[in-house]
T-cell receptor
Framework: GAVVSQHPSRVICKSGTSVKIECRSLDFQATTMFWYRQFPKKSLMLMATSNEGSKATYEQGVEKDKFLINHASLTLSTLTVTSAHPEDSSFYIC?????????????FGPGTRLTVT | QQQVKQSPQSLIVQKGGISIINCAYENTAFDYFPWYQQFPGKGPALLIAIRPDVSEKKEGRFTISFNKSAKQFSLHIMDSQPGDSATYFCAASNTVGREYGNKLVFGAGTILRVKS
C-alpha cells in the first residue's frame, strides 16, 4: 500500500515552454502533498505544500508564478513549471501524506527528471 | 533551529559490517523521525521511523537509536550488504503543530557504499 506515482518520469522541453508534472496517490487519499526539488548529490529541497482544495503554501524563495501547483482532488496534485529555463532542470519529487493510518508518514513518488534545453 | 545535521557525508563499509549514520536536531517540537533510502534516479523510500516515546526501534537489519536528551538519533544497518549501497536521509517533523503539519526537514544525506 501507500503508492505514489509521478508522470512523466522524464521530460525534455525547450526553453520558454511549460511542463506539467502529475503526482498521484494510488491507494490512499492524500490530504497533503508536497513538492520537492533535488539537485545531484544533494538533499531534498521542499518547494511547496498543497492541501486538497486550497492554495499551495510555497517555501521562501520559490516563485509562485513559475511553479504552479494544483491539488484538485485527494489523489492528484500537479506541478507546472512555466516558461522553463535551463536552470529549472532538476529532479522533481512529490510526496503524499495522510492523516489516516499510518498517520504522519510521507510516501514519495519515483521522481521526474526535467531537462530544459 | 529547523536544521537536521547528518553525518558522515559518505561511508564505506565492508560487506557484513555495521553501517552507522548519525543525525542531530535542535527543534524540541520535532516528534517524528523517519529515515529514507534513495537509489540513484529514484524517489526516497521510507525505511524506518521512530517517535520520541521510545529509545530504539528495530526492523530487520535496520535499527534506529533515539536519544531525546541529546537530541540525536542514528540509523544502524547490521550485516550490511552491497544492495544497501544508496543514499540515506534522516528527517524530522512536528506532527502536532499546525504551522508545520507533516512538513519534513531533511538532513544532507549520507552516501553509503558497501564493498563486497
Amino acid at each position: 500500500g501507500a503508492v505514489v506515482s509521478q508522470h512523466p518520469s522524464r521530460v525534455i522541453c525547450k526553453s520558454g515552454t511549460s511542463v506539467k508534472i502529475e503526482c498521484r496517490s494510488l491507494d490512499f487519499q492524500a490530504t497533503t502533498m508536497f513538492w520537492y526539488r533535488q539537485f545531484p548529490k544533494k538533499s531534498l529541497m521542499l518547494m511547496a505544500t498543497s492541501n486538497e482544495g486550497s492554495k499551495a503554501t510555497y517555501e521562501q524563495g520559490v516563485e509562485k508564478d513559475k511553479f504552479l501547483i494544483n491539488h484538485a482532488s485527494l489523489t492528484l496534485s500537479t506541478l507546472t513549471v512555466t516558461s522553463a529555463h535551463p536552470e529549472d532542470s532538476s529532479f522533481y519529487i512529490c510526496s503524499a501524506g495522510s492523516t489516516g493510518v499510518p498517520s504522519y508518514e510521507q510516501y514519495f513518488g519515483p521522481g521526474t527528471r526535467l531537462t530544459v534545453t | 533551529q529547523q536544521q537536521v545535521k547528518q553525518s558522515p557525508q559518505s561511508l564505506i563499509v565492508q560487506k557484513g559490517g555495521i553501517s552507522i549514520i548519525n543525525c542531530a536536531y535542535e527543534n524540541t517540537a520535532f516528534d517524528y523521525f523517519p529515515w529514507y533510502q534513495q537509489f540513484p534516479g529514484k524517489g526516497p523510500a521510507l525505511l524506518i521511523a521512530i517517535r520520541p516515546d521510545v529509545s530504539e526501534k528495530k526492523e530487520g537489519r535496520f535499527t534506529i537509536s533515539f536519544n531525546k536528551s541529546a537530541k540525536q538519533f542514528s540509523l544502524h544497518i547490521m550485516d550490511s550488504q552491497p544492495g544497501d549501497s544508496a543514499t540515506y536521509f534522516c528527517a524530522a517533523s512536528n506532527t502536532v503543530g499546525r504551522e508545520y503539519g507533516n512538513k519534513l526537514v531533511f538532513g544532507a544525506g549520507t552516501i553509503l557504499r558497501v564493498k563486497s
